[in-house]
């Protein structure tokens, strides 16, 4: 079974950047749709971005749009989430996981499986 593993979380400030991993093992990255999610404390996970097997379509939520972009290097493994201009409402536990396409809209995470164990993210001064 795919396993997937999160990295590159921590502690920035206001208007920081970070860039989150997401390295897969056993099986290979390259027929799988990979979504970002996140959940911060008290809320529902929602999804953040998801970008195709190809790389060639990808998906935002609004409130990530120009701030957040999804890639990924299939010779690697590996989905990355780089994350500027951060934002206190940023902060949460952030989770990869493998699904067969990436839609335009709404990410729905009943489609999804192989999470990650989740990287916090905390965006505070």
Do not use: H
């Amino acid at each position: 079974q795919l396993q997937l593993a999160e990295s590159g979380g921590g502690l920035v400030q206001p208007g920081g950047s970070l860039r989150l991993s997401c390295a897969a093992s056993r099986f290979t990255l390259d027929y799988y749709t990979i979504g970002w999610f996140r959940q911060a404390p008290g809320k529902e996970r929602e999804g953040v971005s998801c970008i195709s097997s190809s790389g060639t379509s990808t998906n935002y939520a609004d409130s990530v749009k120009g701030r957040f972009t999804i890639s990924r290097d299939n010779a690697k493994n590996t989905v990355y989430l780089r994350m500027n201009s951060l934002k206190p409402e940023d902060t949460a536990v952030y989770y990869c996981a493998a699904a067969s396409r990436c839609f335009a809209g709404t990410m729905n995470r009943d489609e999804y499986i192989s999470w990650g164990q989740g990287t916090q993210v905390t965006v505070a001064s």
